[in-house]
Nanobody
Framework: QVQLVESGGGLVQPGGSLRLSCAASGFTLDDYAIGWFRQAPGKERKRVSCISSRDGSTYYDDSVKGRFTISRDYAKNSVYLQMNNLKPEDTAVYSC??????????????????????WGQGTQVTVSS
């Protein structure tokens, strides 16, 4: 059974850090691009960051650029989202997604949630004092 499982969410104060993990089971992530998306209550789902399968291409939304870093560990079949200097507006449910698509560096059009077919259940991130 193909499955993506996110972990690492929680409650953190503004300026704090969290590292989200996206672990795959039932398939290997090696040939899949991975995206992180978030959705706040009453708001539409938005892209956060994407990483290509092999060539290291990444995309970051302007709202997280310079604060978030996406990375992958092929040996652990996992992708991570390091989130630093968190702000209250980062509060949302964060989900990872996988698909065999091409991510182009700095190209938002290549990192769209509609292009991803496999999704995790999400993990809550709350930034509040």
């Amino acid at each position: 059974q193909v499955q993506l499982v996110e972990s690492g969410g929680g409650l953190v104060q503004p300026g704090g850090s969290l590292r989200l993990s996206c672990a795959a089971s039932g398939f290997t992530l090696d040939d899949y691009a991975i995206g992180w998306f978030r959705q706040a209550p009453g708001k539409e789902r938005k892209r956060v960051s994407c990483i290509s399968s092999r060539d290291g291409s990444t995309y970051y939304d302007d709202s997280v650029k310079g604060r978030f870093t996406i990375s992958r560990d092929y040996a652990k079949n996992s992708v991570y989202l390091q989130m630093n200097n968190l702000k209250p507006e980062d509060t949302a449910v964060y989900s990872c997604a996988a698909d065999r698509i091409r991510i182009v560096t700095n190209s938002g059009s290549s990192c769209q949630w509609s292009k991803f077919g496999s999704w995790g259940q999400g993990t809550q991130v709350t930034v509040s004092s």
